[in-house]
C-alpha cells in the first residue's frame, strides 16, 4: 500500500484524530444499502468460493456414483400392438356410408389396455398379489447379489463372514400357490429355507405357521401353500406377503404406459419397468394376451349377438310363410283358377321386391339400434333407405288399388307369399353368415412387437443422467449455500467500507500462502529460528504492504505521547499477532530498537513465531513479582534490534496483573529504553485486557481480517477502545484477496496472509 503524505491536510490522519477527540462512534449509515442488488459482487463472490463449489460439486458426483453402485437397476419391457380402425361391416349397408368410427379407435384401445379387467389377469396369473424377496445385508447386500453370477441355475452364493441367514445371490422362491386368512393378508410373513427342500413359515412376531417340503402342499394356521421352488443356503430367510390383488392392479397400471405412436395411426406402445427384467417381459406378455383375447371375445360377441337375434326371427317368419302359403290355396280353390296379366304381373314382382327389402331392412334396424344410438351413420342410413322404399310401395299400391277386386285380392295373396318366402330365405343366409364370422372372428388388433428386455442395458439408472442432476445439484446448492453466507454472515470486504465507519486503511495485507494459517506455519519448523514472514520473504506481497505501514506509522506518530503501539482486533482469528509479530521486525529492520510484548498472557504464541521457550519467564512473571526486567526480556536472534518479552505462565488472573500500577510504570520505563514498544493484546471483544493495556499506550491499531467482521462488530470494538480512553488510530486490513467481487488487483492478487 502506498504510504499516506505527511501532509496537514491529509484527510486519513484528520480522521483519525476527530474520532479520537469526539470518542463517538461512526455513523452507521455510511454503509452501503443491504438490499442494493450487484450483480458484479455476486458473481465476484462467486468466484472467490470457487473451491467450496467445486469440492461441492465433486462430493454431490461422489453421491452419484455410490448411488449408482447401490441403486437397484430398472430394466424396461416394450411390446407394439396395432388396432384397426375400420368398422365391422353391417349387412345391408353400403361399406362407403360410415365405414370409419368417428374419431380414433387407439384412444379406446388405450384405456382398454390399462382397464383394471386386463391388468388383473395379469396379476392373478403371475400371482404378483404374492410379493416375495430374500432378505439382504443392509447396504452392500443387495449390491453382491447383483453382482454374483452363478456357475448354473442352481448355485447360490455362499454366505459372507458365515452369515448364512442372508442372501448373497442366486436365491429363488417361488410360490404356485397360497391362500391366508384374512387376518394375516397385507401382513408380513417370513420363509426360513431348510435342509433338503423343506422350509417354514413364520409370522410378523416369529410363531410357526407351517412347515413343508418344496412341491407338496402344506397346510396349517388357516393357511394353504404350495411352493415349486426353493434355492436357498440352509438358514437363508425370505418375506413373504400375500395382498389383496387391487392394490397391485393399481399399482401395476400406473406404471403401465401405453401411448398412440403418430396420431391416428392405431399403433399403441407398450412399457413396462420393473427390476426384474424377466418379470417385466411376463408382465407385457400377460398384458398383451389377455388384451388380443378380450378383443376377440368382443368381435365374436358382435357376431353372435347377430345370429342369436336372427334365429329369434326365423320360427315367426316361417310360420307367416306357412299362413300365407294356406291363404293362397284356400283362395284359388275357391275362386278357380286365376290367371294375372302382364301389367298386374310387374306390379306384383316390384312390389314382392320392396316388401322383400323392406322387411330385411327392418331386421338389420332392430339388430342396428341394440347397439348403437339414432345418430349412429349406419342407423341413420338404414332410416334413409326405408324410407325411399316406402314411398315407392305407396305409389304402387295406389295403382294396384285401381285393379279389378278379383285381381287384386289374387295380386296380394300371391305377393304375400313371395316376399315371406324370400324374407325367410335371407334370414337363412345371413345366420350361415353369423355363424361363420363368429367361429372365424380374429379381432380388430394383433401384436406386431412381442414383449422384449434388453437384459444387458437397465433403463435406470443411467450414469450420464444420474451424473449430470448430481452435479448440478450440487453446484446450485452450493451456490444458494455461498449466497446466502454471504447475505446472513457478510463481513467488510472492502477497505473502503472500514473507512466509512470512521477508521482509516493504514494498510491492506495481502493474503500470503506462507502463513495463511499461523500454528501450520509454526509447526513447519523444527528449529528455534524466527517465524516470521518479513525474514523469509522479503520481497513478497505481504512483506512490500508491511513496509508501507511502517512508512504511514512513522507519519501518524507525531499525533500519540508515546511509542507504545498496541495491535489487536476485535475477535480472535483476524491475524494480530501475526501483524504484530512482523510489524515489529519490520520496524527493527530499519535500525529503530524495538520491543515486542506477547500481553495475551491467557492464548498467546509469539514465543513460538519468534523461537522462543515457553518455560522461560516472560510477561505473568514479571508483572508477579517473580521475575526481573533483565531476566524476561529476551534478544530475537537473526535482529540485532528486536526483542521480545512472552507472555509467560498463563496466570489466573490476567485482567488484575495488567490492572496493577507497576504495569504502567513497566511500559513507561520500557517507552524511554526502545524506539518502538509493539504489544499484542487479546481480542477487544472477548476480554478486557485491550482495554485495560490500552489507558497506556499511544496508539492503538485494530487488525481486521478480510470478509470476518461485521460493520457492527468493528464499531462496537472500537466503542468499546474509545470508551476506556485508548486513541485508536486507525485499522489494518488483513488477508486481503484478490476478489473478483470488487476488482482488487493492485498487485497483489495471487498473495495472501
Do not use: C
Amino acid at each position: 500500500m502506498p504510504a499516506i503524505p505527511s501532509h496537514p491536510s491529509n484527510p486519513v490522519l484528520q480522521g483519525a484524530a476527530v474520532y479520537d477527540e469526539q470518542m463517538i462512534a461512526p455513523p452507521a449509515t455510511l454503509l452501503r444499502r443491504d438490499d442494493d442488488v450487484d450483480l458484479r459482487s455476486l458473481f465476484g463472490a462467486l468466484m472467490d468460493h470457487k473451491w467450496i463449489i467445486l469440492m461441492s460439486i465433486a462430493f454431490a458426483i461422489l453421491l452419484g456414483l455410490i448411488y449408482l453402485m447401490l441403486a437397484t437397476p430398472k430394466y424396461e419391457a416394450r411390446a407394439v400392438v396395432q388396432v384397426d380402425q375400420q368398422m365391422m361391416s353391417v349387412p345391408g349397408i353400403d361399406a362407403g356410408e360410415g365405414a370409419l368410427l368417428p374419431g380414433t379407435v387407439a384412444a379406446t384401445e388405450v384405456q382398454l389396455l390399462t382397464s383394471r379387467s386386463v391388468v388383473g389377469q395379469a396379476v392373478e396369473r403371475l400371482g404378483l398379489a404374492t410379493s416375495v424377496s430374500p432378505v439382504r445385508f443392509p447396504i452392500v447386500g443387495a449390491w453382491a447379489a447383483r453382482r454374483y453370477e452363478g456357475s448354473g441355475t442352481e448355485s447360490v452364493a455362499s454366505p459372507w463372514f458365515g452369515l448364512d441367514s442372508y442372501g448373497w445371490g442366486g436365491e429363488r422362491l417361488d410360490i404356485a400357490d397360497i391362500q391366508v386368512p384374512n387376518t394375516l393378508l397385507n401382513k408380513p410373513m417370513r420363509l426360513i429355507a431348510g435342509q433338503d427342500g423343506r422350509y417354514t413359515l413364520l409370522d410378523g412376531s416369529g410363531g410357526q405357521l407351517l412347515t413343508g417340503r418344496v412341491g407338496e402342499f402344506a397346510r396349517g394356521s388357516g393357511i394353504s401353500m404350495m411352493v415349486s421352488e426353493l434355492r436357498a443356503n440352509p438358514g437363508a430367510r425370505f418375506d413373504v406377503r400375500r395382498s389383496d390383488p387391487l392394490p397391485h392392479i393399481d399399482r401395476l397400471r400406473g406404471q403401465l404406459v401405453a401411448t398412440e405412436q403418430g396420431r391416428e395411426s392405431g399403433v399403441i406402445r407398450l412399457t413396462y419397468a420393473a427390476s426384474d427384467p424377466e418379470q417385466a417381459r411376463a408382465v407385457l406378455e400377460q398384458i398383451t394376451a389377455a388384451y388380443i383375447t378380450a378383443n376377440i371375445k368382443r368381435n365374436s360377441a358382435e357376431a353372435d349377438k347377430s345370429m342369436r337375434f336372427v334365429q329369434t326371427q326365423l320360427p315367426k317368419v316361417r310360420a307367416e310363410l306357412e299362413q300365407a302359403q294356406t291363404a293362397l290355396n284356400d283362395y284359388q280353390n275357391e275362386q278357380g283358377a286365376v290367371d294375372i296379366e302382364q301389367q298386374t304381373s310387374s306390379y306384383f314382382t316390384r312390389l314382392n321386391t320392396i316388401d322383400a327389402s323392406l322387411q330385411q331392412l327392418r331386421i338389420e334396424q332392430a339388430d342396428v339400434s341394440s347397439r348403437f344410438t339414432s345418430l349412429h351413420p349406419a342407423k341413420q342410413a338404414l332410416v334413409r333407405q326405408i324410407g325411399a322404399l316406402e314411398s315407392e310401395k305407396s305409389a304402387l299400391q295406389q295403382r294396384i288399388a285401381d285393379l279389378p277386386n278379383l285381381q287384386r285380392d289374387m295380386l296380394r295373396l300371391t305377393r304375400d307369399v313371395e316376399v315371406i318366402n324370400q324374407t325367410y330365405t335371407n334370414l337363412l343366409d345371413q345366420a350361415q353368415k353369423f355363424d361363420i364370422a363368429r367361429a372365424s372372428a380374429v379381432g380388430s388388433a394383433r401384436v406386431v412387437d412381442a414383449p422384449d428386455v434388453n437384459a444387458a442395458s437397465p433403463t435406470w439408472p443411467k450414469a450420464p443422467l444420474v451424473l449430470a442432476v448430481a452435479a448440478g445439484l450440487g453446484a446450485i446448492l452450493s451456490i444458494i449455500a455461498v449466497l446466502l453466507w454471504r447475505v446472513l454472515k457478510r463481513g467488510v470486504e472492502d477497505a473502503d467500507e472500514i473507512e466509512q465507519l470512521g477508521l482509516p486503511v493504514f494498510a491492506s495485507i495481502p493474503r500470503s500462502g506462507r502463513s495463511a494459517v499461523l500454528p501450520d506455519f509454526v509447526h513447519a519448523r523444527r528449529d528455534d529460528s524466527p517465524r516470521l514472514l518479513t525474514l523469509g520473504a522479503t520481497e513478497g506481497a505481504a512483506s512490500e504492504a508491511m513496509r508501507g505501514l511502517r512508512t504511514n506509522l512513522q507519519v501518524a506518530r507525531g499525533d500519540s505521547h508515546n511509542g507504545i503501539l498496541m495491535i489487536t482486533s476485535p475477535v480472535a482469528g483476524a491475524g494480530k499477532s501475526f501483524v504484530a509479530s512482523n510489524l515489529a521486525a519490520t520496524i527493527a529492520q530499519a535500525g529503530q530498537k524495538v520491543l515486542l510484548i506477547d500481553a495475551d498472557m491467557r492464548h498467546g504464541n509469539l514465543h513460538r513465531v519468534l523461537g522462543q521457550d515457553m518455560r522461560a519467564s516472560g510477561l505473568s512473571e514479571l508483572l508477579s513479582g517473580k521475575a526481573t526486567l533483565e531476566q524476561s526480556v529476551r534478544k530475537v536472534s537473526e535482529n540485532n534490534n528486536l526483542w521480545l518479552i512472552t507472555r509467560g505462565g498463563i496466570p489466573s488472573n490476567p485482567s488484575e496483573l495488567l490492572m496493577q500500577p507497576n504495569f504502567g510504570q513497566l511500559l513507561r520505563d520500557l517507552a524511554d529504553q526502545y524506539d518502538y514498544v509493539v504489544i499484542d493484546t487479546p481480542p477487544v471483544l472477548a476480554v478486557t485486557d485491550a482495554a485495560v493495556i490500552g489507558t497506556h499506550v499511544g496508539s492503538a491499531m485494530m487488525v481486521l481480517r478480510y470478509g470476518m467482521h461485521r460493520a457492527d462488530e468493528i464499531v462496537r470494538a472500537t466503542q468499546r477502545l474509545r470508551q476506556s480512553g485508548t486513541r485508536v488510530s486507525g485499522a489494518i486490513f488483513n488477508a486481503v484477496r484478490g476478489r473478483a467481487a470488487h476488482g482488487y488487483g493492485d498487485g497483489y492478487a495471487s498473495a495472501a496472509s
